[in-house]
């Protein structure tokens, strides 16, 4: 995530990120954080391990975001984009309350995971309680970015085996050697996933195309 990261971050709002997995990294580069869940009880963990120091909490409708059109530096929303239906509208979102970029990830339809429907099976029984997602073609978001004056610069496959697959192994020695393999070779770029993606606003008077 932080090779994504470029200019000064004063403001960030996380959407749906109630795990906080990014929480340490914009709070080391001294940035104030929002993250807004769907109920009061996505921000538990958070409160129980960061308090109020740098973070404010709220509550919402993620498709209807309580706040101004580019009130936050960096909008981010990880682990989300692929377990929501009207993924259009919340990528419209994220963009109006965006005042320069916006970060997402998503499972990509040219990974491992076009497999998903052989392989859902086997995920649910090595992680125990699992659901279905939706994957993405690159052109797609690209062009839903694009409809919302944005226009993606950077993107980042992250690991060529299934994230189960992780999950299950827990991160262990040979599963680290076996994807450092994959990404040297190419396939991680070409086929790995999920992928982070950037977005950055368009100069207002810009009339270029989606990518």
Same mark, same amino acid.
């Given at each position: 995530? *932080?090779? !994504? !990261?470029?200019? @000064? ?19 080391? =580069? ?5 993250? +807004?869940? *769907?109920?009061? *009880? ?5 409160? $129980? ?14 498709? #209807?975001?309580?706040? =101004? ?7 981010? /929303? ?5 377990? +929501?239906? /009207?993924?259009?509208?919340?990528? &419209?979102?994220?963009?109006?309350? /965006?005042?320069?970029?916006? +970060?997402?990830?998503?499972? *990509? ?37 694009? $409809?919302?004056? %944005?226009?993606?610069?950077? &993107?980042?496959?992250?690991? %060529? ?15 680290? +050697? &076996?994807?450092?393999? %994959? ?9 790995? #996933? ?12 810009? &009339?270029? @195309?989606?990518?």
């Amino acid at each position: 995530m *932080s090779d !994504l !990261l470029s200019d @000064p971050i004063s403001t960030v709002l996380d959407v749906g990120g109630g795990h906080g997995q990014l929480t340490p990294l914009f709070r080391d =580069r001294g940035s104030l954080i929002t993250n +807004i869940g *769907s109920d009061d *009880s996505c921000h538990r963990r958070l409160r $129980e391990t960061y308090g109020e120091d740098r973070i404010e909490y709220c509550s919402g409708d993620l498709l #209807s975001l309580p706040f =101004r059109d580019r009130q936050f530096d960096l909008v981010v /929303a990880v682990r989300l984009i692929s377990h +929501i239906t /009207a993924w259009d509208r919340l990528v &419209a979102e994220l963009c109006r309350v /965006a005042a320069k970029s916006v +970060i997402i990830d998503y499972p *990509s339809v040219l990974a491992l995971n076009a497999l998903t429907p052989l392989m859902f099976k086997l995920k649910r029984r090595i992680e125990g309680n699992t659901r279905t997602y939706t994957s993405f073609h690159r052109h797609s978001l690209g062009n839903c970015f694009g $409809e919302n004056g %944005f226009e993606v610069k950077m &993107a980042r496959s992250q690991f %060529f085996l299934p994230m189960f697959v992780h999950r299950a192994l827990n991160g262990a020695r040979p599963l680290q +050697i &076996a994807e450092a393999g %994959f990404k040297k070779i190419g396939l991680t770029h070409w086929l790995g #996933s999920p992928v982070l993606l950037r977005a950055d606003r368009r100069d207002d008077n810009s &009339a270029r @195309p989606a990518s």
